[in-house]
């Protein structure tokens, strides 16, 4: 039972109720405080209740494979949390913790079905709720699960880069050989051989001389560009396989922990196995 009478008038949950149905609530409802990093409950733990925080800020929580702590949300006064365990009845899917003293409001299960028939919208609202979670969880998984670094990479590519890269390409294709190769025989035939056009270009070929060194030097330029962005690559494709290298230890040491509990287990069952089969000896030696 809520002893503020007003504890429910300001909160947008609670707005579609009327006096009397509020004042049904505040009977029903029961009310939590939280200390500063006080934890109300884990990821994991079984989930019967939605919070609706009266004041304070609650952080809602992970810990990936990794075993690094990811922040999902942190919520103030007029949000509410907990719904999906409470709805599939399944365990917490996230750790939820105080960031400052805090109080809450605490709804069972049964008393959320009332609500949701008594107020349609209601179910609505955690709807809506779930869906802006889920869009989150979206973003997340983009960010942290295992990448692709050519993905990764493809996504900021500029249009000078994606240039430099088929440059890059071409110029180290049998198709640019074939090309040169034609383009110099042509060039030195014309200026050479008495086909009756004028040499534009004699022996020594200066011209030619200058256009190849010029070719080389913007080749040279976008072979560099084009393996910068290939050093750029391998350095995220290192950082994916550290982060893979990573949460296979961790995942192998989870293995180690859980056949190590099993063993443990199975010796202690055992040894009460041979406690009651050395309890039951005398009697059926007939002693």
């Known amino acids: 039972m809520l002893d ?8 947008e949950f609670f707005a579609p109720f009327d006096e009397s149905e509020r004042q049904m609530l505040r009977d029903t409802l029961n009310a939590r405080r939280l200390d500063d990093d006080e934890v109300l409950f884990h990821a994991g733990e ?16 992970i810990s990936d494979v990794a075993g690094q702590r990811i922040v999902l949300d942190i919520l103030g006064p007029g949000d509410f949390f907990g719904e999906l ?23 069972e299960r049964e008393v959320l079905l009332f609500l949701v028939q008594k107020r349609p919208d209601t179910a609505l609202d955690l709807l809506a709720k779930i869906g802006r979670m889920t869009r989150k969880a979206d973003d997340l998984l983009r960010t942290r699960v295992s990448r692709n670094a050519n993905e990764e990479i493809a996504e900021h590519l500029t ?7 088929w440059i890059a390409w071409f110029s180290g294709s049998m198709y640019f050989l074939a090309l040169n190769t034609v383009w110099f025989v042509v060039w030195i035939g014309i200026n050479t051989l008495p086909l009756g056009v004028e040499h534009f270009d004699p022996f020594p070929f200066g011209l030619l001389t200058m256009i190849v060194s010029l070719e080389a030097i913007f080749l040279s330029i976008f ?5 910068n962005r290939q050093a750029a690559k391998d350095r995220v494709r290192s950082d994916i ?25 199975v010796l202690a069952q055992l040894d009460a196995v041979q406690r009651r089969l050395d309890a039951d000896a005398p009697t059926i030696r007939g002693d």
């Open 4 to 11: 503020d009478a007003g504890s429910l008038d300001d909160l």
């Open 46 to 61: 079984p989930g019967r209740a939605l919070y609706v925080i009266r004041s304070g800020a609650i952080e809602l929580s």
């Open 85 to 107: 365990s409470m709805l599939d009845q399944g365990p917490r899917t996230a750790t939820a913790t105080a960031k400052e003293a805090s109080e809450l409001i605490e709804l």
């Open 159 to 165: 249009t000078v880069e994606r240039i430099a890269d």
């Open 223 to 227: 072979v560099l560009i084009s393996q």
């Open 241 to 265: 396989e550290y982060d893979i290298n990573l949460k296979a230890e961790l995942e192998i040491a989870h293995l180690h922990e859980k056949l190590d509990s099993m063993n443990a287990d």
